[in-house]
Structures are given as structure tokens and as C-alpha cells.
């Protein structure tokens, strides 16, 4: 059975940084496409960042170069680098196994607040 659990969010202040966990269970994150999603207070899931098989990793242009997405085979976790955060980044945070554009089956999120 598929299992995701995201834990790492928090309460930070503009410009700040978070290192977002996902921890998997019943498959191997090293085999599979691995992506982050978010949703924002009254708006709908929007797509974060994926990662493949292979390591290679790719995000939405309004975070490129800011949210890295990392993966840690050993442990079998999904690693999500939040840095510069500004307030429009407020969200519930969730990863997902599969590629972008997939929105299941996710963890429960963990909640990201920026604000001063």
C-alpha cells in the first residue's frame, strides 16, 4: 500500500527557508517519478516540482532556482529545499507519486505559512 507523509512545514518569515520531507512507504521513491503540490488558501492544486527516476528535476517557473527538489534513496524520502520565501508561497504542501500533472496518491500535506 502506498504511503506518503510530509512533515517539515511551519510558520517563517519572508525571505526565509524550509526543508520540506515526504516519506514513502510501500514502493521505492528511487523507481518512480516523485513531485510536489500545493494549494494555496481558496485556490486549487497547482504544480510545485517533480523529480524522476533518474534524478533529474524540474519546477514551475515561479520557483526555479528557489525550491529544490532532492531525493534520498536510503531512507526513501522526498526532499523539497524551500529558500527566499515570499507570502504568495503560503500553502499546503504536498508530494505526490507520480509525474507533473498527477495529483494522487499524495500525503496529507504539511502547511507552509510565510508571513512577517
Known amino acids: 500500500q502506498v504511503r506518503l507523509e510530509e512533515s517539515g512545514g511551519g510558520l517563517v518569515q519572508p525571505g526565509g527557508s524550509l526543508r520540506l520531507s515526504c516519506a514513502a512507504s510501500?514502493?521505492?521513491?528511487?523507481?518512480?517519478?516523485m513531485s510536489w503540490v500545493r494549494q494555496a488558501p481558496g485556490k486549487g492544486l497547482e504544480w510545485v516540482s517533480s523529480?524522476?527516476?533518474?534524478?533529474?528535476?524540474d519546477s514551475v517557473d515561479s520557483v526555479k532556482g528557489w525550491f529544490i527538489s532532492s531525493r534520498d534513496n536510503a531512507k526513501n524520502t522526498l526532499t523539497l529545499q524551500l529558500v527566499d520565501l515570499k507570502s504568495e508561497d503560503t500553502a499546503m504542501y504536498y508530494c505526490?507519486?507520480?509525474?507533473?500533472?498527477?495529483?494522487?496518491?499524495r500525503g496529507q500535506g504539511t502547511q507552509v505559512v510565510v508571513s512577517s
Open positions: 505526490v507519486k507520480g509525474p507533473r500533472g498527477a495529483v494522487s496518491p
Open positions: 523529480i524522476d527516476a533518474s534524478g533529474t528535476s
Open positions: 510501500g514502493f521505492g521513491v528511487s523507481n518512480s517519478w
